[in-house]
Structure formats: structure tokens, C-alpha cells
């Protein structure tokens, strides 16, 4: 029946080009923008691409000075030296909201600097972070805002560190950090991956039917041992470690219960398959030698599937190394929290560097676990 | 003495493997199962060991019932009686050595055996199984490194390590060309000699008839000759193996 045949291919077609536009339509799918909004993006791209992995020792100089706001509002003690380093404001005092010059002068050349208040409670806001010239001269218009007003007669100061590199490079602090986090999201993905592996190798020994399923008994154990995995699996990490987080609340640990009970799963069906395809030949072989249940699995089946245990093992680290990166995105800790929060922080230049560690983390766990089960085969 | 009474095996698909087989075996024999491929003779043998529980019938082995032996006592039935398999059935991934020892599972402390502890005589034990086939040598190697004789040969000191009574050998040399297949039945015709009773498959006349101090054939399921190796001429092979007969005297030559 031609004609019917081609009636209904139009109408699978039609509907194809339906989904096709209804997705279209729901991810607001705008392809131009990605070339149209690149001036927005270069920035975050550039700041990505130079991430924060060194710094110089440095040595910091700071040097204040009062300034009350409004005027009168505090006793204006300052005196400032006539050469040597020193800060001159163009104003003695001013009111809030106002704009003033600060001038610095001999300090040190070519140097880092950050102007900030310390308000009358000791609490600092950084300002502006500028630089000195080859003079060691610097000039930057300083707003005075509500905030910085004095209180109960003590004014607020403001502050200028130099900060003048001395000695070689050194690591800097966000890529500590970021080795820090690295460390536990890799050691919390090897955490799961253990706890699944001691749980899931024996069970996935009664949800292999070659060694169950025989008897009333048996095959109900893996008929339950299958069901069990099958649900287990149905659950992604993701929302197992909402689940988690529900009850645990957050951090590392729901993250890292949440991957072990998705790699139980996971490896619990795997293990099990690996059981069913080993040579039933040498189990029945040992049987005959008056070898007991639990001997024949040791000498029989533990041998023939050590290997694809150990590579299925090497592949879930890998694997949860990347989930736990992005649980930890949503509160989990390790390396994905520390993204988010220089993220939030506005922090480019550290979220380059945590970006790089995963990047780099990724791709040496593909690396191992390929090679592992290169060797393994 | 083995008795075997009235057997029967239904597969659960239906297959009527064995019908009605009751035959004998005598201690010290080298009895030989003739039959076409898919007569039986596999399920013959498991059905002695119990690695397949028959659906009627009994065996008796030196009197004990061994169709109705609960496991424990099923195992130190087992434990006397060797078997030799075609696909020689080693654990491939395990060494030589550890192939050999398993042979002793149902001998040593379980508890030892399960954490891999072997005592020093068993080890000696299995040296000697393995120096009495001819290859002590390759103890340390990987059992799948090994060429097909030299598995059999393995399956045979595996077999040995059970101290044997009775030796079951399905085929053991339907894998291997003639002259290894006649150094190999030439270790079962020793050990037979020093009074272990064997049981064996075969396919060819030529070695029936050099190896067999009597013959049961089995012709889908049903014992259809049971007599001495010289009665088995080739009319009677023929007969046995029908059409195919021809064929498997070629591949014998
Ligand atoms: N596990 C099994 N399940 C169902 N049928 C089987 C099974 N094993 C053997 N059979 C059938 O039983 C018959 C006898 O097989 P087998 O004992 O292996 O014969 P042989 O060893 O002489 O070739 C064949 O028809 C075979 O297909
Ligand atoms: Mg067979």
C-alpha cells in the first residue's frame, strides 16, 4: 500500500520538524548571538586563559592617613612630610559623596597599589587598585561615600599598601588552594568508588545468573540482587545527591554517599556481567574435584573476571572524579565548590586556574584508566 | 565397582539425553563410551559425578547411592573421582600451579584454600602430578600459555591430586591431532594400570581398540552394545555411527 505508506511518512516527517521546532523554540535557540555577544565574552575568555598559578613574594608598605567626613566631624591631626613617602589628598576633609584627588609621591617605583578605608570600627573596603609610575607617583580621584562617614568622633583612614615584588615566582595562593580541592574531589570520587566496589563485588556474585540462579531460593535472590541494581540505577547522581543533601545537608559528604550508591549500582551490574560471561567449563571442572561453593567462585570465577573488575573499577574513578566535580558545583565541596564560588566572587583569573585543574585531572584519569585496561586485556 | 541403574536425563528443554542406560564398571577397567555426537555420552559422564543430577535411575558406587548424596557428602564422593575434559576446562588466567592445586580443594582447610595458603607438601604434591605428565617445568607459567597437549596434560595432574579412584575423561583427546592424542591416553592407560578405574569418550576404532578393556555404546540415548573392544568390528561401528562412520575412520588415519 503505497499511498498509505506515504501518508504516513509526510506525517512522521511533519512531526519531526514539529519536535525540531518546539526544542527550538524552548532553549530560546538564538545562533547568531553566539557570534554577535564575543565582544562580552572575550574578557572571561581571556581571564580563563591566564589563570592565577604563581605570585612574587611580596614586600607591602602602608602608609595612612585620617580623613574625616564631613569636615569637622573629627580633629584633622595630619601632618605630611615634605619628601620621602607620603599621600596628599587634594582636601583636608570633604562631605559625603563628594570627589576628591589623592596624590602619592616617592613611593615605591613601578609597584602594585591598593587604596582602601579602614573604617572607624577597623573594617576595611578596598577602593581602587592601581600602580605607581617609574617615579613612584601616583594620582586617583577617591569617592567619599555615606559609608565612610566618621563615627563618635573618630575618622575613618585611608589606607595605601605597596606592594613591591621581591624574590623569584612561587606558587600562588589560589593554586593551592586549588590542589587543595582537586585533592579531596579526587581522594571523595576514590572514596565512593571503593565503598561501591567492597558492597557491589559481592552482591554482583548473586545477581549473576551462572552462579544464583538454580533453585526456588536462588533465583529469587537474583531476581531481588537484579531488581535492586536496576533501581539503584534508575537514580543519577545528580538528583541522588539532592536526595543526599535533603538529609545529610551539604558539603562533601551527601556528594560522596550519593556517587557510592550510583556506583554500587553501576558496578554491581557490570561486576555481575562479567560474572555471567566467564568459561563455565573450568567452574564445572572444579566442581568435579569436590571443591565447595565458595572455593569453586574463589578458584574458578574470582581469577577469570579480576581483571574486568579492576579496569570497570579504574573507569567509575574516572567517572566520578567528573560527577563529584559537578556535585560539588552544587554544594558538594572539592574542586567544583571552589569554581563556584570564585565564580560568584567574580574571581576570573582563580576559576581559570580551577578550570585548568579539572581540565588537566580529567584527562590524566582518561588517560590512566585507558591504559589500565589496555594492559588488563 | 561402579553401578549404573536405569538412568535417564530430560534436559529442561526436553531433550531426552539418556533413556533407560544401566550398565556396570569394574574396578581396574578402562571403559570406553562410543557414540555419535550428541548420543549422550557427555551426559553419561556428569550424570556419574552428579555435575548434571539425572531425572530417573541410580548410581551406586561401591555401594554408596551417589544420585542420593546430600552436598556434603556428594563432595568427598567427588573428591575420589577425577575428570579429564576435551576443552581441557584449566582456569586459563591462573598458573599451571594453581590449576594443578585446585585438584586438592575438597582435601584441604577450606578457610586456608579461600585466602590462597597452600601447605608446603601440597605444593610438592603438585610438583610430582606435574613431573609424572612431563612438564614440572611449566609450574609457574600462565595455564593458557600453554600448547593444547600440555593443558591435558595439566587437567591430568589436576585430576591426579584427587588421589583418584575413578578417572572420568570426556574426549580428552577430541582437541588434540593423533600423536598427542596417543600420549596423552598412554598417561590414562598408566594410571589405569596402577588400578584407578577409568571411564573415557572416544571416536575413533583405532583407539578403542588399543586402549579399551571394554566398550558401552550409546546411540541417542540409548545403550545399544556393551562388550569387549575386539567385538567391535567395523560393521559394528557402522552400525553405531550410522552414515558417519566413514568419516570418523578417516580422521583417525
Ligand atoms: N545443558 C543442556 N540442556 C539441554 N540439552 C542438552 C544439554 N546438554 C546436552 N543436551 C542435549 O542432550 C543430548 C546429549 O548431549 P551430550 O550428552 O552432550 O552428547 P555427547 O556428549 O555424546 O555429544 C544432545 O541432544 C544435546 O543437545
Ligand atoms: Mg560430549
Known amino acids: 500500500m503505497p499511498t498509505a505508506r506515504i501518508i504516513r511518512n509526510t506525517l512522521l516527517m511533519a512531526l519531526v520538524v514539529a519536535a525540531f521546532a518546539v526544542s527550538f523554540n524552548v532553549t530560546e535557540a538564538d545562533f547568531p548571538r553566539l557570534f554577535r555577544d564575543l565582544p562580552k565574552g572575550k574578557d572571561l575568555i581571556l581571564a580563563f586563559l591566564t589563570p592565577d598559578v604563581a605570585t612574587r613574594e611580596m614586600d607591602t608598605r602602608t602608609i595612612s592617613i585620617a580623613f574625616p567626613i564631613p569636615c569637622g566631624s573629627a580633629p584633622n591631626e595630619n601632618v605630611i612630610p615634605s619628601e620621602g613617602p607620603r599621600l596628599v589628598p587634594s582636601v583636608d576633609c570633604t562631605d559625603p559623596l563628594t570627589k576628591f584627588t589623592l596624590e602619592g609621591f616617592d613611593l615605591a617605583p613601578n609597584s602594585?597599589?591598593?587604596?582602601?578605608?579602614?573604617?572607624?570600627?577597623?573594617?576595611?573596603?578596598?577602593?581602587?587598585?592601581?600602580?605607581?609610575?617609574?617615579?613612584?607617583?601616583?594620582?586617583?580621584?577617591?569617592?567619599?561615600?555615606p559609608i565612610i562617614a566618621t563615627k563618635n568622633g573618630v575618622a575613618s583612614r585611608l589606607e595605601v599598601d605597596t606592594l613591591t615584588p621581591v624574590g623569584g615566582l612561587k606558587p600562588s595562593q589560589a593554586l593551592l588552594d586549588v590542589l587543595d580541592a582537586m585533592f579531596e574531589t579526587i581522594f571523595m570520587a576514590l572514596l565512593s568508588t571503593t565503598i561501591a566496589t567492597i558492597i557491589a563485588a559481592p552482591l554482583s556474585f548473586l545477581a549473576a545468573s551462572n552462579i544464583t540462579k538454580r533453585g526456588v531460593i536462588g533465583t529469587s535472590v537474583y531476581y531481588i540482587m537484579r531488581f535492586i541494581f536496576n533501581v539503584m540505577r534508575a537514580y543519577d547522581p545528580l538528583s541522588m545527591a539532592l536526595i543526599f543533601a535533603f538529609w545529610l545537608s551539604f558539603g562533601p559528604f551527601p556528594g560522596a554517599m550519593a556517587l557510592t550508591v550510583v556506583t554500587i549500582a553501576s558496578l554491581g551490574k557490570l561486576f555481575s556481567e562479567a560474572v555471567e560471561n566467564i568459561d563455565k567449563g573450568s567452574l564445572e571442572a572444579l566442581q568435579a574435584t569436590g571443591a565447595n561453593p565458595l572455593q569453586t567462585v574463589r578458584y574458578g570465577v574470582?581469577?577469570?573476571?579480576?581483571?574486568?573488575?579492576?579496569?570497570?573499577?579504574?573507569?567509575?574513578?574516572?567517572?566520578?572524579?567528573?560527577?563529584?566535580?559537578?556535585?560539588?558545583?552544587?554544594?558538594?565541596?572539592?574542586?567544583?565548590?571552589?569554581?563556584?564560588?570564585?565564580?560568584?566572587?567574580?574571581?576570573?583569573?582563580?576559576?581559570?586556574?580551577?578550570?585548568?585543574?579539572?581540565?588537566?585531572?580529567?584527562?590524566?584519569m582518561d588517560f590512566l584508566s585507558a591504559e589500565v585496561r589496555k594492559r588488563l586485556t | 565397582m561402579l553401578r549404573i541403574q536405569n538412568l535417564s536425563k530430560t534436559y529442561p528443554g526436553g531433550t531426552q539425553a539418556l533413556k533407560n542406560v544401566s550398565f556396570e564398571v569394574n574396578d581396574g577397567e578402562f571403559l570406553v563410551v562410543i557414540g555419535l555426537s550428541g548420543s549422550g555420552k557427555s551426559t553419561l559422564l556428569r550424570c556419574i559425578n552428579r555435575l548434571i543430577d539425572p531425572t530417573e535411575g541410580k548410581v551406586y558406587w561401591d555401594?554408596?547411592?551417589?544420585?542420593?548424596?546430600?552436598?556434603?557428602?556428594?563432595?568427598?564422593?567427588?573428591?575420589?573421582?577425577?575428570?579429564?575434559?576435551?576443552?581441557?576446562?584449566?582456569?586459563?588466567?591462573?598458573?599451571?600451579?594453581?590449576n594443578v592445586l585446585s585438584g586438592r580443594l575438597g582435601y584441604v582447610n577450606p578457610w586456608m584454600s579461600l585466602i590462597?595458603?597452600?601447605?608446603?607438601?601440597?605444593?610438592?604434591?603438585?610438583?610430582?602430578?606435574?613431573?609424572?605428565?612431563?612438564?614440572?617445568?611449566?609450574?609457574?607459567?600462565?595455564?593458557?600459555?600453554?600448547?593444547?597437549?600440555?593443558?591435558?596434560?595439566?587437567?591430568?595432574?589436576?585430576?591426579?591430586?584427587?588421589?583418584?579412584?575413578?578417572?572420568?575423561?570426556?574426549?580428552?583427546?577430541?582437541s588434540l591431532d593423533p600423536v598427542?592424542?596417543?600420549?596423552?591416553?598412554?598417561?590414562?592407560?598408566?594410571?589405569?594400570?596402577?588400578?584407578?578405574?577409568?571411564?573415557?569418550?572416544?571416536?575413533?576404532?583405532?583407539?578403542?581398540?588399543?586402549?579399551?578393556?571394554?566398550?558401552?555404546?550409546?546411540?541417542?540415548?540409548?545403550?545399544?552394545?556393551?562388550?569387549?573392544?575386539q567385538e567391535i568390528d567395523r560393521a559394528k561401528f557402522k552400525e553405531i555411527y550410522g552414515e558417519e562412520a566413514q568419516e570418523v575412520r578417516a580422521a583417525s588415519m
Not at chain 1, 605607581?132 to 569617592?143: L, N, P
Not at chain 2, 542420593?68 to 598458573?95: C, D, H, Y
Open chain 1, 112 to 145: 602594585e597599589l591598593v587604596i582602601r578605608w579602614k573604617l572607624p570600627d577597623e573594617r576595611l573596603m578596598t577602593a581602587i587598585r592601581t600602580r605607581t609610575d617609574s617615579e613612584g607617583y601616583f594620582t586617583s580621584e577617591v569617592e567619599a561615600r
Open chain 1, 302 to 364: 574470582v581469577p577469570q573476571v579480576i581483571p574486568d573488575f579492576i579496569s570497570y573499577i579504574v573507569y567509575h574513578w574516572d567517572i566520578n572524579v567528573r560527577i563529584s566535580t559537578i556535585i560539588g558545583f552544587v554544594g558538594g565541596g572539592g574542586i567544583g565548590y571552589y569554581l563556584n564560588l570564585s565564580i560568584n566572587d567574580f574571581k576570573w583569573h582563580q576559576a581559570g586556574t580551577a578550570i585548568w585543574a579539572i581540565v588537566i585531572v580529567v584527562w590524566a
Open chain 2, 63 to 98: 555401594n554408596v547411592d551417589v544420585t542420593a548424596a546430600p552436598p556434603t557428602e556428594l563432595r568427598q564422593i567427588r573428591r575420589r573421582i577425577g575428570m579429564v575434559f576435551q576443552q581441557f576446562n584449566l582456569v586459563k588466567r591462573s598458573s599451571v600451579m594453581t
Open chain 2, 116 to 174: 590462597g595458603l597452600w601447605p608446603q607438601d601440597e605444593k610438592k604434591r603438585a610438583l610430582q602430578a606435574l613431573g609424572r605428565v612431563g612438564i614440572a617445568d611449566k609450574a609457574g607459567e600462565r595455564a593458557d600459555a600453554l600448547s593444547g597437549g600440555q593443558q591435558q596434560r595439566v587437567g591430568i595432574a589436576r585430576a591426579l591430586m584427587q588421589d583418584p579412584k575413578l578417572i572420568l575423561a570426556d574426549e580428552p583427546v577430541a
Open chain 2, 180 to 229: 598427542l592424542s596417543h600420549s596423552i591416553l598412554q598417561y590414562l592407560e598408566q594410571l589405569n594400570k596402577e588400578g584407578i578405574t577409568v571411564i573415557c569418550s572416544l571416536h575413533f576404532l583405532d583407539l578403542v581398540h588399543r586402549y579399551a578393556t571394554r566398550v558401552v555404546a550409546l546411540k541417542d540415548g540409548v545403550k545399544v552394545f556393551e562388550g569387549s573392544a
